[in-house]
């Protein structure tokens, strides 16, 4: 394992570009959004560069290589219900192959659909197999793996995670780990660490949060993103215990990033917040 950092977080920081991000923190290892027009971030400037699917690989790399930035994965913001689902297969598909012929080993996708809450259980599993099959299907054959995220109320439904990465029955196909998303969408400390172990021989990528509930509340069963704003925190600061989790992924055989992506952020001014991050880099260092 080793430690990462997301794109945009060193944006919510204040550095001026990814590059001067990466340098403050000591760090070479970068979660890097690909977008749904074909574009990334430059390191050098917060600016997007586009370019043809075709193209992106070879794009990538000349942007990449020369600033020293290893790219640890990739992060799609994709929705399967969408307007135009067969685009969203399409985007995904051409990614995959761009993080192939990268190395890049792993792709945050997301769990979210619109209208999800208006749709059966059943709908919207389904509708996510067979579109995480089509992906696969005309994928490269190995080498990439996807985590879906629990993200939002759907993704932190672990019976969700069970169902589509169960009925897709792909090992290339597996979970973003977001350390702080189980515990923020209700679930008591103590079944986090539970749904921690079943999922952790799942788990392809990750993202490290975490979050500070009063004493009283952190067994109790609460509403989703109860006070988030207010009770989110650094990493070393907050309820889940990552030296745990640690010790469950390595069991696992997990050998991934611990991608910080730190959204306590927005609760420091400027200044501080460069400081808050280099206390997630060294908590996180210390624990490997």
């Given amino acids: 394992m080793y430690v990462a950092i997301r794109d945009g977080i060193l944006k919510s920081a204040g550095y001026e570009s990814i590059r001067s991000g ?33 193209a992106a690989a070879g794009a990538i790399r000349d942007l990449f290589g020369p600033a020293g930035v290893r790219v640890s994965a990739f992060l799609l913001h994709n929705n399967f219900n969408s307007a135009d689902p067969d685009a969203e297969v399409r985007w995904v598909i051409d990614v995959i192959k761009t993080a192939q012929a990268l190395s890049v080993p792993a792709i945050r996708i997301d769990a979210v659909t619109k209208g999800e809450k208006e749709e059966s259980f059943e709908v919207r599993v389904n509708r996510f197999v067979e579109c995480m099959k089509a992906v696969l299907a005309a994928a490269p054959a190995a080498g ?27 090992p290339r196909l597996g979970i973003t780990l977001d350390t702080g998303n189980f515990y923020w969408s209700g679930l008591p400390l103590s079944e986090v660490y539970r749904v921690f172990e079943e999922m952790a021989g799942q788990v392809k990528h990750t993202h490290v949060k975490n979050i500070r509930f ?13 006070d988030y704003k207010i009770y989110v925190s650094p990493i070393g600061e907050g309820d889940i215990d990552h030296s745990r989790l640690v010790r469950i992924l390595a069991r ?9 992506e730190d959204e306590s952020l927005g609760k420091f001014e400027l200044p501080a917040r460069r400081e808050v991050l280099k206390r997630d880099v060294a908590h996180l260092a210390g624990l490997l």
């Fill in 214 to 226: 009063p004493e009283e509340i952190r067994e109790r069963r609460r509403e989703p993103g109860l």
């Fill in 252 to 260: 696992a055989g997990y050998a991934g990033p611990l991608t910080i």
């Fill in 144 to 170: 990439v793996q996807l985590g879906i995220e629990n993200h939002g109320i759907q993704g932190n439904d672990p019976e969700f995670l069970r169902q589509v990465i169960g009925r897709v029955g792909d």
């Fill in 22 to 54: 990466l340098d403050d923190l000591k760090l070479a290892n970068l979660e890097l959004e690909f977008f749904r027009d074909y574009s990334v971030y430059r390191p050098d400037a917060w600016e997007k560069q586009t370019f043809a699917p075709e």
